[in-house]
């Protein structure tokens, strides 16, 4: 199947996320799931949908709407797969509408009711109008649609209202009137909570309590009567980074941000009840092609708000509390630091407290003997610990270096306040490489004297993140690893200089090559019949190379079981009887992030962790780490991790290429989902 030349069954990167997100939206409509847990995968689904549309969206349209000879086949297949999203996107929604419908219905018999502008009683109208005047008033400023060229001035993270008046003319007849207003979400939030009344909550969407206000909005305008409808659009999100090597990176990034905010409109969706002339002005202004995407939709657009629905007080339709666990080795007498040179730890969050690797770092911050800390920042939260305990040992006259990536989708410009406040403490910080993003996740604490100590993490050092992605952090005084680690930081400062990485994964430097070593490794032994398996969790697995590696492994009887959360171009719908290649997708309540790759070697397994999904993006165009367990304990808890993911049925979809995400099977299921199961196992062994 994946020899040479012959041409395998492979699925388009952005056809497959399509799959992915569909996974988001079943889980959605399933009875079995928290009810007010269904509304927050519906609000994901919208959220992934629109970033999907900004960003990969927009560059296949612009690879589509290339017409020179160079390039034709890339923008023939851009065409192709624009296409399909477009059917398979319109499909979805349909499923979306209903998903939205159901949820609202099963919300009502729970005694919460969303009501509309045309269902308000005279109380809640009067606690409309005050609400309105307390914390709407002046917020909304309508727009004549006549006034504008174009709407390049609104942003893309907002819902609009198209509006209709009637305004009476001089002599008597009627005319209309036409604008538009952006709704004001972030200053009032997308839901009002109207008091309760005979033992019923009421929510009212703040498009609807706008609604019950235009004569207000409208006042001195001489209109008498008002339709308004929502609608909202996505912007190319592509930055434009300008490659004058005069500029400094700062400046590049700072430059790109604001050609993001002007990106050209590429999809709208709108409430399908919007009169002709009031649509055609709306997509007049923003300037749509034919290529572009226009979607009738429900009253409601960006759904994404359905993340922060007011739980009413109603804990019993949200998920039961899985409180963060702080292992018993991280509270015991004794620091962080001498335990880690005791033996290697590690963190699974969410499961385990991101708290113990924030104690890490501040140890490391005020222990005499540690000379530097290292680390690569790829996101961070608002309120960084990290950055604190960063400063803190600076402070405190250790050597710190900070790699911070300026290019982290959507989070450019808080890592540019981040590096200004790390760079005014003293801290040495690092842009990176050019060309090459720097997405691995590693810590270096250099001592005075005895080993020192290497963090290697699947996920961002992101407190936020700590507790809906799950994720592992690897601590070790190994100084195969900690070398190597330390090895890598040189690397990033002088990328041009000759390293050869002895322990350690590394892209763009060769971690391909080894990941195909290992696999051939294992096509070998199974033709001389020893243990031959390869058990891999992962984000995303699009590279065509290794696609082929694992359609090679499986066709020679290696077995071959994947953890795939999102995109997968791989196709294991009518295999050969021969191939063993089974593909599961899980979506829980936590975001499944970790990378772990596990190899039979013949009988002496070899287990790695790290930040690289096999993408081309990760394996040739950025810094990536994986990193070899050598640890028996660590060893045997990722291979759990792996082990319990492929027997969950209760969460698990077959990623088989066709989308259809049937329901995973397996001969040994677990009783409940692998999620809580890891919990119930880490909470009984702290």
């Known amino acids: 199947m994946a020899t040479k030349n012959k041409k395998i069954p492979y699925v388009e990167r952005d056809i497959s996320w399509l799959y992915f997100n569909r996974r988001v939206l079943q889980e959605a409509c399933r009875d079995d799931v928290p009810l007010l847990e269904r509304l927050s995968f519906l609000g994901i689904y919208s959220n992934n949908l ?48 209903e998903g939205v419908h159901k949820v609202y219905d099963d919300l009502r018999k729970e005694n919460i009711c969303i009501i509309s502008d045309k269902d308000v009683t005279e109380d809640q109208l009067e606690f409309i109008h005050s609400y309105y005047s307390e914390r709407i008033d002046g917020l909304i400023v309508p727009v004549r649609f006549s006034s504008v060229k174009h709407l390049d001035y609104e942003s893309d993270q907002n819902i609009y209202h198209a509006v209709r008046a009637v305004r009476t003319t001089a002599s008597g007849g009627h005319a209309y009137e036409y604008a538009f ?76 941000l604001k050609s993001r905010k002007k990106g ?27 290529s572009d995407t226009v979607i009738e939709g429900g009253r409601y657009q960006n759904h994404k708000d359905l993340m922060k629905f007011p739980d009413c007080g109603r804990k019993d339709l949200k998920y039961a509390p899985m409180p963060q666990i702080i292992q018993d080795c991280f509270t015991e007498p004794g620091t962080i630091l001498a335990k880690i040179r005791e033996q290697d730890r590690f963190l699974h969050v969410p499961y385990h407290n991101f708290s113990s690797f924030i104690g890490l770092l501040h140890e490391a911050a005020l222990d005499t003997g540690v000379k530097s800390i290292k680390i690569t920042l790829y996101r961070l939260a608002k ?66 004297k005895g080993p020192d100590i290497a963090c290697v993490s699947t996920g961002n050092f992101h407190e936020g993140n700590a507790r809906t992605y799950t994720d592992c952090i690897m601590m070790t005084a190994s100084q195969r690893i900690t070398s ?75 077995e071959v079981d994947l953890l795939v959360r999102g995109n997968c171009s791989l196709v294991t719908k009518d295999l050969p009887e021969n191939c063993h290649l089974r593909i599961c997708g899980i979506i829980d309540r936590y975001l499944e992030h970790s990378r772990i790759f596990i190899f039979a070697g013949g009988g002496v397994e070899k287990v790695f962790i790290g930040s690289a999904d096999w993408m081309p993006r990760n394996l040739d165009n950025r810094i990536e780490v994986v990193a070899p367990v050598y640890d028996p304990t660590l060893k045997q808890e990722m291979k759990r991790i792996v082990e319990y993911g492929l027997r969950d049925v209760r969460q698990g979809r077959e990623v088989d290429g066709t989308g259809e995400n049937m329901p995973w099977t397996c001969d040994d299921p677990l009783g409940k989902g692998s999620q809580q199961e890891l919990y119930d196992y880490y909470k009984g062994n702290r």
Not at 66 to 71: H, L, R, Y
């Open 383 to 448: 309120d960084s610990k990290v950055i604190s305990a960063l400063i803190g040992a600076a402070r405190n006259g250790k050597k710190v270096t900070a790699v911070i990536e300026l290019l982290a989708r959507f989070d450019e410009e808080s890592n540019m306040v981040w590096a200004q406040k790390l760079q005014d403490a003293g801290v040495k910080v690092i842009f990176g490489v050019e060309g090459l993003k720097i997405h691995s996740k590693v810590v270096h604490i250099g001592m005075k």
């Open 264 to 290: 050209e409109a590429l999809r709208v969706v709108y409430d399908g009840n919007m009169p002709q002339d009031l649509l055609k002005r709306v997509i007049g202004k923003l300037d749509l092609g034919l």
């Open 484 to 558: 190597d680690v330390d090895l890598l930081f040189s690397f990033i400062e002088k990328p041009y200089m000759p390293v050869r990485f002895r322990e350690l994964l590394v892209s763009p430097n060769g971690m391909k090559k080894r990941f195909i070593s290992l696999i051939n490794a294992e096509i070998k032994n199974r033709k001389a019949g020893k243990p031959a398996y390869i058990r891999i969790k992962i984000n995303h697995i699009t590279d065509r190379i290794m696609v082929a590696k694992l359609y090679e492994a499986a066709e020679a009887g290696v």
């Open 50 to 97: 629109d970033e999907f549309f900004r960003v990969r969206v927009a560059s296949l349209t612009r690879i589509a709407e290339w017409d020179g000879k160079q390039g034709a086949k890339e923008a023939a297949l851009a065409k192709s797969v624009v296409k399909q999203i477009s059917r398979l996107n319109a499909k979805y929604q349909k499923d979306y509408e």
């Open 181 to 256: 207003f952006e709704l004001p979400v972030q200053s009032c939030g997308r839901f009002v909570r109207l008091p309760d009344r005979d033992g019923k909550s009421y929510i009212m969407y703040l498009d609807d309590v706008v609604r019950c206000s235009l004569p207000k909005i409208f006042a001195g305008s001489g209109c008498t009567s008002f339709e308004s409808y929502a609608f909202k659009f996505t912007r190319d999100a592509e930055m434009e980074i300008d490659d004058d090597q005069r500029s400094g990176i700062l400046q590049k990034i700072s430059k790109g």
